[in-house]
Structures are given as C-alpha cells and as structure tokens.
C-alpha cells in the first residue's frame, strides 16, 4: 500500500510563502514513484476538496485558475517526494492540503493545514 505522508502546512500571513512536501513510500512491486501522476488537492472547510496542482513523471505541471503564478509544483523522482511552493498566499488560501498519487489505483495522503491569516 503506497503511503503518503505530508508536511510543511503551518500558519503564515498574507502575502507569505509556504512550501508543502509529500514524501511517497510502499510501492507495490513493479512501482516507483516516477510511475504516478503527483497531484495536490485542497479542502476548505464546507467546501467540496479541489484540485490544485499536477505534475507528470517528466515534470510536465498544470495548475487551477486561482493559484497560477502563485504555485508552483515540482517533484524529486530520486527522493520520492512532491513538493508545492505557495507564494503570496491569501486568505482564501486556507484549507487542509492533500497529497495524491494516481497511477493504477490513487492514494492520498492525511492531509496538513494551512491557515492564512493576519
């Protein structure tokens, strides 16, 4: 069972920059992680989860609306980490940030918040 583990939310003001990382283990046999499409969603509260950011085995990104110029998603294939770099962040930000990992079958991670506020 693949197993994602999250870091990096916290609380940070307007306007700040927070970097996530999503470290991947437990790959099935015949797996690794530059098999999976890397996503980040997010989840406000009350709100429907949301795709934020997506990043091919070849590093190939796409991101939502809101956050394009602010985001930025990259991964380390030898690390088996994901990473999401978030500058000027707004309030609007704030949300639980999840982890997936899509190849076969998907996988998410427990999720880290992160609170902008002042």
């Known amino acids: 069972q693949v197993q994602l ?3 990096g939310g916290g609380l940070v003001q ?4 927070l970097r996530l990382s ?3 283990s437990g790959f099935p046999v015949g ?3 530059s098999d999976y499409l890397m ?6 509260a009350g709100q429907q989860r949301e795709l ?5 085995r070849d590093g190939i990104s796409n991101y939502a609306d809101g956050v394009k110029g602010r985001f930025i998603i990259s991964r380390d294939n030898r690390k088996n980490t994901v990473y999401l770099l978030m500058n000027s962040l707004k309030p609007e930000d704030t949300a639980v940030y999840y ?3 899509d190849s076969s079958s998907v996988y998410w991670g427990q999720g880290t918040q992160v609170t902008v506020s002042s």
């Open 14 to 17: 307007p306007g700040g920059s």
């Open 31 to 33: 797996f690794t992680f």
């Open 99 to 101: 982890c997936n990992a």
């Open 5 to 7: 583990v999250e870091s």
């Open 39 to 44: 996503n980040w969603y997010r989840q406000a």
């Open 52 to 56: 934020v950011a997506t990043i091919t």
């Open 22 to 24: 999503c470290a991947a």
